[in-house]
């Protein structure tokens, strides 16, 4: 059965600090590994990564993919209390002829000022 | 660019009863994806709808079942509600096919 677990389930940190989280994935037929930022609202998108060791960036958040390993981590530097959210993971994978996102449970941050 | 648009925004329903909720995408986008929210399973793919044609379908029971219009804009329909569809459903909208998604505000939907 196709899984995406994500760890830690929450965190909380102070201003300033780097926090890591992680996201491994089994499932059937890879095709890519999204991010999103989940507060009060909807998700927002943030990372999607196809290719194994390429890293993406916007701002303080990078991502990067590890197909061989099965995980994917997104890394926050310099946390802010606006970084405070719900982070998920998504998984697109590609299941008798049709494609589906499998998400995992999210990462909940709470950055302390 | 006006975002992607949920309605209604609050539903309530009695169990057995059926509800239609309506997606209206960003203007430009073609494909249209649905989402349920819960707490107790996060965040499940429902369908995935481009050009009139669904696409992409997640587990879900044949009680949910949606359609897109020529406009893009998309319905979603369950029948015989369920006490467990008790949750946030979240419309998608992207430019194409598989590509990068923006979330509507969601409808939640409570079933008495």
């Known amino acids: 059965e196709d899984k995406v677990v994500q760890s830690p389930l929450s965190l909380v940190v102070h201003e300033g600090d780097t926090v890591t989280l992680n996201c491994s994935y089994e499932v059937t037929n890879f095709r890519s590994l999204l991010w999103y930022k989940q507060e009060k609202k909807a998700p927002t998108f943030l990372f999607m990564l196809?290719?194994?060791?390429i890293e993406k960036k916007s701002g303080r958040l990078s991502s990067i993919l590890d197909k061989k390993e099965l995980f994917s981590i997104l890394n926050i530097t310099a946390t802010q209390t606006g970084d405070s959210a719900i982070y998920l993971c998504a998984v697109e994978a590609y299941t008798s002829g049709t494609y589906k996102y499998i998400f995992g449970t999210g990462t909940r941050l709470k950055v302390l000022a | 660019k006006a975002g992607v648009t949920q309605t209604p925004r609050y539903l309530i329903k009695t169990r057995g009863q059926q509800v239609t909720l309506s997606c209206s995408p960003i203007?430009?986008?073609?494909?249209v994806s649905w989402y349920q929210q819960t707490p107790g399973q996060g965040l499940q793919f429902l369908f995935e709808?481009?050009?009139?044609?669904?696409?992409n379908k997640g587990n879900f029971p044949g009680r949910f079942s949606g359609r897109q219009f020529s406009n893009s804009r998309s319905e979603m329909n369950v029948s015989t509600l369920e006490l467990g569809d008790s949750a946030l459903y979240l419309c998608?909208?992207?430019?194409?096919?598989?590509?990068?998604?923006?979330f509507g505000p969601g409808t939640r939907l409570t079933v008495t």
């Open positions: 998608a909208s992207s430019l194409g096919y598989r590509a990068e998604q923006y």
């Open positions: 203007s430009g986008h073609r494909s």
């Open positions: 196809t290719s194994s060791g």
């Open positions: 709808y481009f050009s009139e044609t669904q696409r």
